[in-house]
T-cell receptor, first 110, second 118 residues
Framework: SQKIEQNSEALNIQEGKTATLTCNYT??????LQWYRQDPGRGPVFLLL?????KEKRKERLKVTFDTTLKQSLFHITASQPADSATYLC?????????FGKGTMLLVSP | GAVVSQHPSWVICKSGTSVKIECRSL??????MFWYRQFPKQSLMLMAT?????????EQGVEKDKFLINHASLTLSTLTVTSAHPEDSSFYIC??????????????FGSGTRLTVV
């Protein structure tokens, strides 16, 4: 099965900067990859989905890239705000089920 | 829309008792729902896939007799933790996907249930 790696260390950035989070996977490239946001004590909230034949997807201040050669997806938040502080999860879809990474905690300081 | 409601949000029970968690899709019909468990600072681990009108499919290592899943209608799935023990204390989360959503939409999750077994 897939192994999904996300940086376990928290990412601390200043408000207004761009946050970049990394998701690496080990095996075959999935048909598509998803990013979720999870706040403490809450369920994940879907943010973006990107297909294997898409290099980049944008939604407001969010941007996701998908490099099947590197087996990597990058998740960017531009003009970050303290309200963006949360844990961001990368997930791959396999046989209609999601496999999640551990997530990376993002802390945006004012 | 795609709203999933999960209850209760937290529960404390005595060791040896059973606890039922409900997951409802409020504005869509879900033939399939998923149950996850999350330990602190860990990823969500899929426990089982709940199928309306049929038996659930459990992931390897998940005891089906301990974690009873019932998906009796298109909008409700329940997870019952039987004979709970302290090691069952965790954050349980359900999810579903609106089949009528476009292909660019992911899964909707409930708000989770914090189970503490004392």
């Amino acid at each position: 099965s897939q192994k999904i790696e996300q940086n376990s260390e928290a990412l601390n950035i200043q408000e207004g900067k761009t946050a970049t989070l990394t998701c690496n996977y080990t095996n075959y490239s999935p048909a598509y990859l998803q990013w979720y946001r999870q706040d403490p004590g809450r369920g994940p909230v879907f943010l973006l989905l990107i297909r294997e034949n898409e290099k980049e997807k944008r939604k407001e201040r969010l941007k996701v890239t998908f490099d099947t050669t590197l087996k990597q997806s990058l998740f960017h938040i531009t003009a970050s705000q303290p309200a963006d502080s949360a844990t961001y999860l990368c997930a791959l879809v396999e046989y209609s089920t999601l496999t999640f990474g551990k997530g990376t905690m993002l802390l945006v300081s004012p | 829309g795609a709203v999933v409601s999960q209850h209760p949000s937290w529960v404390i029970c005595k060791s040896g008792t059973s606890v039922k968690i409900e997951c409802r899709s409020l504005d869509f019909q879900a033939t399939t729902m998923f149950w996850y468990r999350q330990f602190p600072k860990q990823s969500l681990m899929l426990m089982a896939t709940s199928n309306e009108g049929s038996k659930a499919t459990y992931e390897q290592g998940v005891e089906k007799d301990k974690f009873l899943i019932n998906h009796a209608s298109l909008t409700l799935s329940t997870l019952t933790v039987t004979s709970a023990h302290p090691e069952d204390s965790s954050f349980y989360i359900c999810s579903a996907r609106n089949p009528l959503s476009g292909q660019d939409y992911g899964y909707t999750f409930g708000s989770g249930t914090r189970l503490t077994v004392v």
